[in-house]
């Protein structure tokens, strides 16, 4: 059917005709949904997509297709990678290498001086350990914080993202946050291409990532949450109607055993696909005004509390009524007694379906081989940094030796040219979010897509 490795793409034409009513409905149901490319036999019908591709590992802990295998083969190989919303997120891609070299708050060498300069900088660290700050620490636009190759920990306080673009922040982790209003990874204001990937969070006073104030076009993937009460609210309050432009994907992510929040939203539009939520105390997912959620192939564990999706009304600032948001589960399932508690009457066109924004994503069926990898494979992992493939005049704040031939990395993978051009045309990123497209004949180069 045509090379697209375990990607999943959807026909927006049937994407409303599931059957809200039925949460428990099986993946299976989604072979009704189709991808538009011409197959390697250059026939142009639309042919039926499965979202189990063939597994040829036998290792358990590896079963699944799990987005993201790639980007650790070169050290900015997470550029432009991301899934869902926040897949234009370059980072600190286009600028030199700053390393970290003190565990001190502050300084030469500290994580916030980094976070502080404007130009670009791709940030890793020479040390392990826990940096204890004193007070949020400010990201400012185009920064890559890569906790690979070491073990970093935030204590006291956490990362602030205001009213910046462009930011990745990868394997670290945030514990035990002090004060008030004071999250592990706060996003506003007007914030926006935020990708956070493998990252463990755990006990903060206020939230662990909070998306507020118009930020949006943010991917959190891979993260693993842990003993916290409120762990991820998108949405301030019902007064700020600005946030009906968030748009957030969480997906592969590990909620264990934490309260509430997975997350909270109001206004925003929110895709989640493929995390396993288990044991909360609370509910795991609520929408609260306008909220659009779109829950596909989770894994719902319920512990003592049962109730799994709440619908919270409140009064929207232009609006005379009090409401609450809308969920669709799509091929979600629900162990040790979990309920749904989605409403019985149908949603008619209230709720975005994801391929209105993005053509593709990694999507497993929600197994026990899934519930294992997401409870190994999640949060901080011991991976070492790869190396730095671009070469060239990039400055570092270290000595490096470096050649001066660019684009020596361009063929080390198919997609490994996006965002890769220097001067001018840097940000070009061509199909890198789209399948692979087949060129079976010469006829007339055509490159039309099936309608």
């Known amino acids: 059917m045509g090379t697209v490795h375990g990607r999943y793409t959807t026909d927006k034409r049937n994407s ?3 059957n809200n009513n039925n949460p428990s409905s099986s993946v299976s149901n989604q072979q009704q949904q189709h991808h538009h490319l011409h197959n390697h036999n250059n026939n142009n019908k639309p042919t039926a997509f499965q979202n189990n591709p063939p597994n040829t590992n036998t290792n358990t802990k590896k079963m699944c297709s799990l987005p993201y295998s790639h980007v650790d083969s070169c050290l900015r190989g997470l550029a432009a990678q991301a899934e869902g919303f926040g897949r234009l997120a370059i980072g600190g891609l286009h ?10 708050d502050d300084g030469p060498g500290s994580l916030r001086d980094g976070c502080r300069r404007k130009e670009p900088l791709w940030i890793v660290f020479e040390v392990s350990g826990t940096i204890h700050l004193s007070s949020y620490l400010n990201v400012s636009s185009y920064k890559t914080i890569d906790g690979r190759g070491q073990r970093i920990k935030f204590m006291g306080k956490g990362l602030r993202l205001k ?12 514990e035990s946050g002090r004060g008030h209003d004071v999250d592990g990874i706060q996003i506003k204001p007007n914030s926006k291409h935020i990708w956070i990937d493998r990252c463990s969070l755990r006990d903060y006073d206020d939230g662990l990532i909070d998306i507020t104030r118009e930020s949006t076009d943010i991917t959190i993937s891979r993260c693993h949450f842990s003993g916290h009460d409120k762990t991820m609210l998108i949405g301030a309050d019902p007064t700020h109607i600005g946030d009906r432009c968030i748009r957030v994907t969480i997906h ?8 509430q929040r997975h997350p909270r939203v109001r206004y925003g539009k929110v895709h989640l696909y493929n995390n396993y939520t288990r044991d909360w105390g609370i509910y795991a997912v609520c929408a609260s005004v306008e909220a659009q959620i ?32 809308w969920v669709i589960s799509e091929g979600d399932i629900y162990l040790n007694g979990a309920q749904a508690c989605l409403p019985k009457e149908a949603i008619n066109g209230c709720l975005f379906h994801p391929s209105e924004f993005y053509p593709t994503w990694t ?19 011991s991976v070492p940094r790869p190396t730095d493939q671009i070469v060239g005049n990039h400055h570092s704040n270290h000595n490096n030796n470096m050649s001066p031939v660019p684009y020596a990395h361009v063929d080390s993978n198919l997609r490994a040219l996006a965002g890769q051009a220097e001067g001018f045309g840097r940000f070009a990123i061509g199909g890198l979010h789209g399948p692979l497209y087949h060129v079976t004949t010469l006829s007339g180069l055509s490159l039309s897509l099936s309608k």
């Open 95 to 104: 600028g030199p290498i700053y390393h970290v070299t003190t565990l001190a």
């Open 294 to 325: 779109y829950s596909q192939c989770n894994i719902y564990e319920a512990g003592q509390k049962k109730g799994t999706f709440k619908y919270l009304p409140e009064k929207a600032a232009d609006k005379e009524e009090t409401s609450s948001g």
């Open 363 to 381: 999507l497993e069926s929600p197994s026990e081989s899934l519930k294992e990898v997401l409870q190994h494979c999640t949060g901080w992992q």
């Open 16 to 18: 409303r005709k599931h």
């Open 252 to 259: 592969h992510c590990f909620f264990d055993g934490t309260r």
């Open 163 to 174: 009213e910046c673009e462009h930011v990745i922040i990868c394997n670290l982790e945030f």
